[in-house]
């Protein structure tokens, strides 16, 4: 934590500060703290997992409320910050994920393993979720700066694939949290797009909408010249009718 302090206090001049550390301190790997909570886990590792998934899915429910908020607030900040925080968070999540499977590799948890009863896999399966979500809330709501930071890590789809692939299987995501994951998956086509699949954040489907709303601007002034003609035809052909009269 002081570390990731360090770095933001050197390198940034952030009016938000406070919310990007929430947001960081989502990422790092955080100690077992509080005694309670302690007494919490120990009791929840003699239970069926089914039943400490539905604990931890409540858990979970405020942490991504957390998530969820700290981001609304980079949202409010200018283009070059929010460039800026990409740039970090990527990284940093990048790192986590890569981390992350090897630790869980090592414990010996795959994808789709039954929640963990252990504290120590419990952190990092949680941290692997957490910072999932997080980065579909990234990539969905700053579509191009992600994508642009993103692509420039070797391996950065191999480790979404993984994260994304750990926390589907995890089951612990549910209702809009568990939409985020199928619409983060094809945000960054680790799964085929859904011919429908549009993200309205992104630079080209706002400039697609622009052109729609110039073409049909065009349009609208064709049509409308076009009265126009006909209306001032209109006289000059009763012109000679009533020349007549
Ligand atoms: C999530 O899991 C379901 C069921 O196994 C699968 O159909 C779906 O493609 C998975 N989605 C992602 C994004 O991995």
Redesign the pocket.
């Known amino acids: 934590m002081n570390v990731y302090f360090n770095i933001l206090y050197k390198n940034l001049r952030f009016a938000h500060l406070f919310a990007l550390l929430l947001l960081v301190a989502v990422v790092s790997f955080t100690n077992a703290d509080a005694a309670g909570e302690h007494a919490e886990k120990n009791a929840a590792s003699s239970i069926h997992p089914d039943v400490a998934l539905k604990t931890y899915r409540k858990l979970l429910k405020e942490k991504l409320k957390v998530i969820t908020q700290a981001l609304s607030t980079v949202l409010k900040s200018s283009f070059e910050k929010q460039r800026k925080v990409v740039g970090i968070l990527v990284e940093k999540i990048l790192k986590f994920f890569s981390e992350a499977k090897v630790r869980l590799t090592e414990l010996g948890i795959a994808p789709g393993d039954p929640f963990p009863s252990d504290d120590n896999i419990k952190e990092v399966f949680s941290l692997v979720l957490e910072n999932t979500y997080f980065l579909g809330k990234l990539v969905l709501h700053m579509p191009d700066l992600v994508h642009e930071t993103i692509t420039k890590f070797p391996e950065w789809k191999i480790l979404v694939q993984y994260a994304?692939?750990f926390s589907?299987?995890s089951n612990a995501f549910i209702g809009v949290d568990d939409k985020i994951?199928?619409l983060m998956?094809q945000e960054f086509e680790i799964?085929e797009k859904d011919p429908e699949y549009v993200n309205p954040n992104s630079r080209k489907y706002v400039e697609e909408k622009q052109r729609q709303l110039e073409m049909e601007l065009k349009e609208m002034k064709k049509v409308i010249a076009k009265e126009k003609k006909k209306k001032q035809k209109g006289p000059k052909l009763s012109g000679p009718r009533r020349y007549e009269l």
């Open positions: 994304v692939g589907n299987d994951l199928h998956a799964v």
